[in-house]
């Protein structure tokens, strides 16, 4: 399954969208992309609209789901 999922508005900060597949066992990637709007929550405490992203490594069951930062 192919899935976009946005929120907030693009360019400001608290944009966040992301982008992946799940696939049928439940085990996809998912690129997530935005500006951050919390410092102390930033890598390296980057200023609120500092623009990032990277990818997540997931895997969902029924009943919960897990990832990890790529």
């Known amino acids: ?5 946005k929120k907030g508005v693009r ?11 799940i696939a049928a066992d439940g085990r996809g990637n998912i ?5 951050w709007v919390r410092p102390e929550a930033a ?8 623009q990032y992203g990277y990818h997540l490594d997931v895997e969902f069951t029924d009943a919960s789901g ?5």
């Open 43 to 50: 890598v390296g405490h980057r200023p609120a609209g500092t």
């Open 31 to 35: 690129m997530r992309m935005g500006w």
């Open 11 to 21: 360019g400001e900060p608290g944009w966040l969208q992301l982008d992946g597949a």
């Open 1 to 5: 399954m192919c899935c976009t999922v």
């Open 66 to 70: 897990k990832g990890h930062r790529v």
